[in-house]
């Protein structure tokens, strides 16, 4: 079993190294603290198969290679990120598409003899909440504030442009407590694992 231990431990330092990464930087990464990741380098505790999924996704090897022994030159030098598709590029593509959505909903309702602008309105939160979603999974979680905070206001907004005529002005005081909620929320902050 210290074999074992410690084949996984050299393997996660090689790995980690190779790509010039901290302890802590992994931690952060696996969402574990820099020391158990520095208990697994040393050979001291073992991460769970979940772990070691995760682990050999980051650096673009297998859970084998991770918990196999490797000789000086197996061991990848530079770790190269797997190619993915980019993530601005599919973000610019899904917002292009509800915005198209919207032009077509409006030349539609403008051939049938009505005009309804508020279809442009309405397609500001829509295109928030997708920026939300696509932000939560693979963007920076601090940006989620900013993007909430405009999904707030885009929809009082598009509430009050859809009843103009009543004058609804006191639904942006709404709005105050809202935003307010949403910036403490984020001031919650999560501990990591300590493990």
Request: hydrophobic fraction near 50%; proline fraction near 4%; aromatic fraction near 12%.
């Amino acid at each position: 079993m210290d074999d074992f231990k410690r084949i996984v431990a050299e393997n996660i330092t090689a790995l980690r190294t190779a790509a010039g990464m901290t302890q802590a930087a992994l931690g952060e990464k696996l969402n574990y603290s820099d020391k158990s990741v520095s208990k697994w380098e040393r050979g001291e505790s073992l991460p769970d198969a979940y772990v070691l999924k995760n682990i050999a996704e980051l650096f673009g090897v297998t859970v084998d290679y991770l918990l196999s022994e490797h000789t000086g030159e197996d061991i990848p030098q530079k770790v190269e990120k797997p190619r993915r598709y980019s993530r601005a590029a599919i973000t610019m593509v899904v917002l292009a598409g509800i915005w198209a959505l919207a032009v077509l909903l409006f030349v539609v309702f403008w051939l049938t003899g009505s005009v309804h602008w508020i279809i442009f309105v309405y397609a500001i939160p829509v295109s928030l909440i997708t920026m939300l979603v696509l932000n939560s999974v693979w963007g920076t979680p601090r940006t989620n504030l900013y993007i909430i905070s405009g999904i707030v206001w885009g929809i009082i907004c598009s509430i009050y442009l859809s009843f103009l005529q009543e004058n609804w002005w006191q639904l942006f005081l709404l709005g105050i407590p809202a935003q307010i909620i949403v910036v403490l929320s984020f001031a919650i902050k999560r501990q990591p694992k300590n493990k």
